[in-house]
């Protein structure tokens, strides 16, 4: 069985990671952009880290920014010239409420760069649904609740809102696509009981995946830990329980429910990842990473006014302004591969060949 989640696919870029550090001189384009084309959400999901006046994630989000159109497809245009393989989008708001994702996926499928979305599912029908399912790679839809009732209180959504979202799900699946359907269940201290039957009811309606993450609730690893230590034993029985009882071939669970100590703490003076994995917010700022994106001390500048080819190439500098062991304590999705490669780049070249 083939790894959706690898730490290790940057390695099949060699050339660009020979070409990250600064004594390298060279720039090479990203190999995957996280684009967030709207701050506009439909939902108002309480534990939303965008929303939350605790985390430092979408400090500085102006909520009604949006790419516009033109623009997008300029962005589109040029990630393909330069040779990004992947466009994955995402929130500030959620990106299937983009009033020009349409034209924005029709631009993408004149390309080869392949393309995905982390979405709350509700606006997956239509045209929308048809164009991901046909030429879109994944999508990945975030739940929390496990009906109606709990749906409104995590979401603040409309009555029938989880019924609508699996009914969406099931739907997409009959249009009988490439494009790979998975789930993120974010737990919390609420639904940490409800994890089978939620796992049962997304195989039931035919779903490729689920991911069980921990919700974030603090910028600090021991907080989040503290928070989770008493639902530990629990959650991992019925992720346990869930695999042996639902997992196939065609049914895969992940197991991403740990302690977030790896997410955390950050030993290392450059980030990596920010040159691999960039981010384009709806305010037209350049973020090294989707946990300091809507941060505007940690932008890397702006593409309000000229095209993110010039922008890229313009100076490495840029990329080693942020010292992680300093400015970047928060929650950090590419900790633990950002690790990986610096060990790999500081491997004594006089002792290489001794594998």
């Excluded at 309000?304 to 300093?326: G, H, L, M």
């Amino acid at each position: 069985m083939s790894l959706l989640y690898t730490k290790y696919k940057i390695f099949h870029y060699t050339d660009k990671i020979n070409s990250l550090p600064e004594t390298s001189n060279e720039i090479l384009a990203p190999i995957h952009v996280r684009i967030k084309p709207t701050n506009i959400c439909n939902h108002r999901c309480r534990y939303c880290a965008y929303r939350k006046d605790n985390l430092q994630l979408g400090q500085d989000m102006a909520i009604r920014d949006t790419i516009p159109c033109a623009k997008m497809l300029e962005i589109v245009d040029d990630l393909s010239e330069m040779g990004v393989k992947a466009i994955t989008f995402s929130g500030g708001g959620d990106p299937l409420c983009y009033p020009d994702i349409i034209p924005t996926l029709k631009r993408l499928m004149e390309t080869s760069i392949q393309f995905a979305t982390l979405t709350n599912g509700a606006r997956l029908q239509g045209e929308i649904a048809e164009l991901f399912a046909h030429y879109g790679t994944w999508i990945r839809i975030s739940m929390d609740g496990w009906d109606d009732a709990s749906y409104k209180y995590y979401r603040r959504a409309g009555a029938n809102e989880y019924s609508k979202i699996i009914n969406n799900m099931r739907e997409f699946k009959k249009l009988d696509g490439k494009c790979y359907l998975g789930v993120s269940l974010i737990i919390d201290n609420y639904n940490h009981d409800k994890i089978f039957d939620s796992i049962q009811r997304l195989s039931d309606i035919g779903v490729d995946s689920v991911k069980i993450s921990p919700c974030i609730i603090s910028n600090k690893g021991k907080e989040n830990n503290e928070y989770h230590k008493p639902l530990f034993k629990q959650v991992k029985r019925d992720i346990q329980r869930a695999r042996q009882k639902f997992e196939t071939q065609n049914f895969q669970i992940y197991d991403a429910y740990h302690e977030l100590d790896d997410k955390f703490n950050k030993p290392y003076e450059w980030c990596p990842y920010q040159q691999i994995l960039p981010v384009i917010g709806a305010d037209l700022n350049v973020y090294p990473c989707q946990d300091k994106a809507y941060n505007l001390k940690a932008s890397l500048g702006s593409i309000a006014q000229k095209r993110f080819t010039d922008f890229w190439f313009e100076k490495k500098k840029r990329f080693f302004y942020i010292k992680p062991s300093k400015e970047c304590s928060h929650h950090c999705v590419a900790n633990e591969k950002n690790q990986i490669i610096l060990e790999y780049l500081d491997a004594d070249k006089e002792h290489i060949c001794f594998v």
